[in-house]
T-cell receptor
Framework: KQEVTQIPAALSVPEGENLVLNCSFT??????LQWFRQDPGKGLTSLLL?????REQTSGRLNASLDKSSGRSTLYIAASQPGDSATYLC?????????????FGRGTQLTVWP | GAGVSQSPSNKVTEKGKDVELRCDPI?????LYWYRQSLGQGLEFLIY????????KSGLPSDRFSAERTGGSVSTLTIQRTQQEDSAVYLC?????????????FGEGSRLTVL
């Protein structure tokens, strides 16, 4: 069974810092990996989707990398801002699962203070 | 619609009552998921619909939980004889295409409180 772990569980940094959030998964046989953001009391917002054949994806100040063989992904946030404060979750879609279920990590709760 | 729509956004009910939660996926999305998020917990998979295929019900926690998807679009999650441990945010998501493609898009969730 696929297990997804996110480290750290919580992170508090001053505005302007560059950040790295980590996601690891136990089974490297995946179709894709997706990073989400969740604000308190809200649903999940998709940030980046990386297909298994890709190494990284970028959107604005966000960059996500994927090392499938080692079962790791990182989300890099450049020049962090207070508006980046949220919980960040990663999810993998495993191969061999005929009906496409995703497995989620518990998330990293990020606080960026001014 | 423009996004995944869920209703109600909040539901407070008494223990033992039945509740229905509704999800309207993005137009044209063939895949629809229900997840549950309890306070301080991760996302718990409940059920997955893909087109006309038989749904994956493997995540439903008990036979009090059921879901249907009518006409390949709107889905309803029903919880019978609610218990306090059913209190959670129920999230619906949809995407297009098969299992190896497409971003997953979530609704805002339905917060269920069982008194």
């Amino acid at each position: 069974k696929q297990e997804v772990t996110q480290i750290p569980a919580a992170l508090s940094v001053p505005e302007g810092e560059n950040l790295v959030l980590n996601c690891s998964f136990t089974d490297s046989a995946i179709y894709n990996l997706q990073w989400f953001r969740q604000d308190p009391g809200k649903g999940l917002t998709s940030l980046l989707l990386i297909q298994s054949s890709q190494r990284e994806q970028t959107s604005g100040r966000l960059n996500a990398s994927l090392d499938k063989s080692s079962g790791r992904s990182t989300l890099y946030i450049a020049a962090s801002q207070p508006g980046d404060s949220a919980t960040y979750l990663c999810a993998v879609r495993p191969r061999g699962s005929t009906l496409g279920r995703l497995y989620f990590g518990r998330g990293t709760q990020l606080t960026v203070w001014p | 619609g423009a996004g995944v729509s869920q209703s109600p956004s909040n539901k407070v009910t008494e223990k033992g009552k039945d509740v229905e939660l509704r999800c309207d996926p993005i137009s044209g999305h063939t895949a629809l998921y229900w997840y549950r998020q309890s306070l301080g917990q991760g996302l718990e998979f409940l059920i997955y619909f893909q087109g006309n295929s038989a749904p994956d019900k493997s995540g439903l926690p008990s036979d009090r939980f059921s879901a249907e998807r009518t006409g390949g679009s709107v889905s309803t999650l029903t919880i019978q004889r609610t218990q306090q441990e059913d209190s959670a945010v129920y999230l619906c998501a949809s995407n297009s295409g098969g299992p190896n493609t497409g971003e997953l898009f979530f609704g805002e969730g339905s917060r269920l409180t069982v008194l």
